[in-house]
């Protein structure tokens, strides 16, 4: 189980502190497929940058499974069953794809069989990518399905994805909800999606709208999602609610 308690990050700017959460709350169970949704600037890629250790909060605490992990690196937070996906993922060149597979799994040896089964899962046929560098011979794309597959190879407790349906064609999107839904079906681990796409935000079992560096919202897909809806045809329901308390 995740909790974040009191969560507040703020930063230094020419004109001041500028706050970009404030006193985040909230509780994640296993084995759950939640998505941040929400307008861009809210807050939500910082909430999940905090999770993972890329940045630290000012205030308020981070437990997983009932340690706090708020001090943790980023590696003690990867051993510990924690991986993110990010919205532009690196490029490493030298290092094939087999390679990080290899790495992420954890493995002195992985076979093709294994590697084809965590690039298939993305759209990607192994004998066209295993032995190509991740280097800026692959599209942003590629980058991004390989960096799925990896995640996927660490078999992580925790898995929380950046918008990952940037820079995806549709037939690999579609290859790609497939996955997201056969893990939730298995149970095998708790998503987090920061995502604004329709389709996987229909896979959630809750919706988490972060807006203006807070939880605007958060309930089951059929009690967010016709609200978020309402927001093509003028103000979204649920954050004009909170701006005008």
Known sequence: MLELKNIH???STPEGVTDILKDVSITIPDNKLIVFTGPNGGGKTTLAKIIMGLVQPTSGQVLFNGQDITALTITERAKL?????????????????HDLLLLSAGEEKLSKDRCCQYLTKVGLCANDYLDREVDVSLSGGEVKRIEIATILARNSSLMIFDEPEAGIDLWSFARLTETFEQIHRQQEATMIIISHQERIIQLADEIVVVANGGIAHRGTTEEIFPLILANTMGGCPVLDKEENK
């Open 9 to 11: 990050f703020s930063v």
């Open 81 to 97: 069953g924690i991986s993110y996906g990010f919205q532009q993922p690196p490029r490493f060149k030298g290092i094939t794809v």
